[in-house]
């Protein structure tokens, strides 16, 4: 089971937290610190797996990482999953991300943080991976994407309020 | 109330700030924006505040006055609302909020929603914090949705039902019928969904476990279709056709195959069709091999597959990628107990990531050699293992140490030479070595007598220059104080012999004590060591008393307390100083199991100089009388009772009694006297295995009568028999004493003995006072161990103070009964 993913910047600001496991927001916080910590410290050319740190069970938990230019994305799972079968995921969340934003950047994630959120619940529910499928999970995006526009095309509202 | 600002807007601020005091001034003050913004039951507009609020909770804001507006949010009409407030739900309750269970009806209600994509969001917010309550109040309503043919909700149900299952186990059972064809779809997100529904289940009850395990040839088909289906371009990665829902399936089928012959042959083919035809270029081919590894290792394979899976390992140790080794040492790890050998085989490559720069690499190699030495490879190992602990970051050295000492002790070639390994952790890591290793190496050093002097003469040059180390210090001053006599007299076999006088050696110890860098168990040491000198040495003793005094007045409370007793030595017992400074003996050799159990053997860091208790040699220890008890108390599965049915008192109960009794006597001959109707019932013996395991029913069933075996003087003791089941050669006899008289006997003591083919053990004795007029007893219970089945004779002998005189008796006993020995 995945426990947490998170994005953040190479200076460890945070764009995307997702925990499937219940903390405190203190804890998230501190976790996402130690995260950047134990990750930032790492060379270009080591492996992608390391054990997790004190807040999120030691050695149970292993952290998964990627480094795409400014981003790391990192999935913190137990003992149940592949670790090169996330290694892969990571590369899939990513390219979805590349096809719903078009050539995806830094900003994008930044300023549509729900949207990311959006994607990433396609995709994995609960800790449990729930499809892989790119192509799939754009259709499904774009389909309730136009069922909100749809919403907003009662005249006296503009089509980016929510946002 | 202007209309509030867009979460763009928001961010767009926050990034304009440079300080941190500035970022959280914006923030405060969007905040209480909001916070108005909510009050006024702001319909329109509460999306967009809740947008911006889950923002700030993620930089790490405190937002929980927005999670009642997440419910609003969701009980709202529009899809936008609701997404926003599921999100918010998911982002910002969990089920340590009260406020979450208000969410149970809108999820209920969603779940029967119109839109997919409603139903959808329902489900993955109950799939991800659903509390137990939520969980069994909505199990219903997803079992439903698992049942639809509509795949999109199908897959999310199947995860959800997976959550739902981890919350409440209970509720496995009603997911059961709905995942009879959830294999036959299609689609592959359900397929990978229903695959991890399948083997949380299977994980959580062993009956579902052994109830899927017909699935096995459904799963090797679609794993087949997989890859032999050529290219696929929606499932496609990397070339290879949908490698998660191969990987999931690999998964399940090891859960399935394990320790089942049947599951196992069926997969051989499928398993070795993978091994070989998945390419390796790209990692995600090297995921699936990896998972096929580990399926081979778990489930019971042919050895052929089993050297095939240990080769791809092989194969991976020697991947430039470092992920693939990573997991390659991993695996190997997990299947080195069961398949040594084979992993035997590449142990020099993984000798070679020991010296690798990446630190997860560097420890699973580490666990991994440890794992590897053995007594053929030690010397080697050792060197390379010494070498990384020279060079390896300060985290693995106390790791790394302990292993070095645990393997050293296993497999040591020799002597010297697991003494010279020690010393050299003992330099090199020296402050890293556990507390708890030095009991345990002055233990191995007592124990190698002829090494003494080679030994405290190597400590001796090591501390020389450098005290810093407190576990070699401590080491060091023990074995100084000890064997300082050796030392002085240079005599040295196996190294050139120094020369060093009896003022050198004081002059380092007294370091020891004076230096900070000592902590106060060194100090002890030291202090001790110093103490033992003064027996052997002979023209410091003067100066090893001056020290003695002075630490009479330490701060130090425990050195403070030895000094004056050492004090106290020295003046007024001087006389017992020498024996009780003498050379410590052998001390015995306690098997240690791990780094965790020395701890066990010599905790005392002072070694005590009292001679050690011996063993109580009186009354028998009583661990054997428990294992004998244990065997008659212990679970039968034959009951049958040795004693033959001949002289079967017919009083010894009502019908019941008999016809038990009968059956009982199921190996006895078919003379039994009365009729048994009964015996008509399937196995009986298992209808009384429980009844027949206490001793008590094997007193009345077979009834052996009690026998009075002295009576004498008012005192009088009775024999009451019983027999064991277990083992049909020992017999229990419990001793009964009472007195007749008006005056209590004290002092009791009851003696037997018996001829030499039997053997005897007394268990101690209820009281040893019997009171008068026989208003009480003393019991004793006697076991005897009767293998040629001779006659049982005894003679007792009875010591006791009656009227203010002691009194003395012997006594044969010759009248036990037939069934008590037979």
Sequence with gaps: ?163 | MPAPIRLRELIRTIRTARTQAEEREMIQKECAAIRSSFREEDNTYRCRNVAKLLYMHMLGYPAHFGQLECLKLIASQKFTDKRIGYLGAMLLLDERQDVHLLMTNCIKNDLNHSTQFVQGLALCTLGCMGSSEMCRDLAGEVEKLLKTSNSYLRKKAALCAVHVIRKVPELMEMFLPATKNLLNEKNHGVLHTSVVLLTEMCERSPDMLAHFRKLVPQLVRILKNLIMSGYSPEHDVSGISDPFLQVRILRLLRILGRNDDDSSEAMNDILAQVATNTETSKNVGNAILYETVLTIMDIKSESGLRVLAINILGRFLLNNDKNIRYVALTSLLKTVQTDHNAVQRHRSTIVDCLKDLDVSIKRRAMELSFALVNGNNIRGMMKELLYFLDSCEPEFKADCASGIFLAAEKYAPSKRWHIDTIMRVLTTAGSYVRDDAVPNLIQLITNSVEMHAYTVQRLYKAILGDYSQQPLVQVAAWCIGEYGDLLVSGQCEEEEPIQVTEDEVLDILESVLISNMSTSVTRGYALTAIMKLSTRFTCTVNRIKKVVSIYGSSIDVELQQRAVEYNALFKKYDHMRSALLERMPVMEKVTTNGPTEIVQTNGETEPAPLETKPPPSGPQPTSQANDLLDLLGGNDITPVIPTAPTSKPASAGGELLDLLGDINLTGAPATAPTPAPVPQISQPSFLLDGLSSQPLFNDIASGIPSITAYSKNGLKIEFTFERSNTNPSVTVITIQASNSTELDMTDFVFQAAVPKTFQLQLLSPSSSIVPAFNTGTITQVIKVLNPQKQQLRMRIKLTYNHKGSAMQDLAEVNNFPPQSWQ
């Design chain 1, 1 to 163: 089971m995945i426990k947490a993913i998170l994005i953040f910047s190479n200076q460890g600001k945070p764009w995307l937290s997702k925990f499937y496991q219940p903390y405190s927001e203190d804890t998230q916080q501190q976790i996402i610190g130690e995260t950047f910590h134990l990750v930032s410290k790492r060379d270009e050319n080591v492996c992608n797996f390391l054990e997790g740190g004190l807040l999120i069970g030691r050695s149970d938990n292993k952290l998964i990482y990627r480094h795409y230019a400014t981003l790391y994305f990192v999935f913190y799972v137990d003992s149940s999953e592949s670790e090169l079968g996330i290694f892969d995921l990571i590369q899939v969340f990513v390219e979805t991300l590349d096809k719903c934003f078009e050539n995806v950047c830094e900003l994008d994630l930044i300023f549509h943080v729900d949207k990311v959120h959006n994607i990433l619940v396609e995709m994995v529910m609960g800790g449990m991976v729930l499809e892989t499928n790119m192509n799939e999970i754009v259709t499904q995006i774009d389909t309730q994407n136009k069922l909100e526009k749809s919403e907003y095309l009662i005249p006296h509202f503009d089509n980016h309020d929510r946002e």
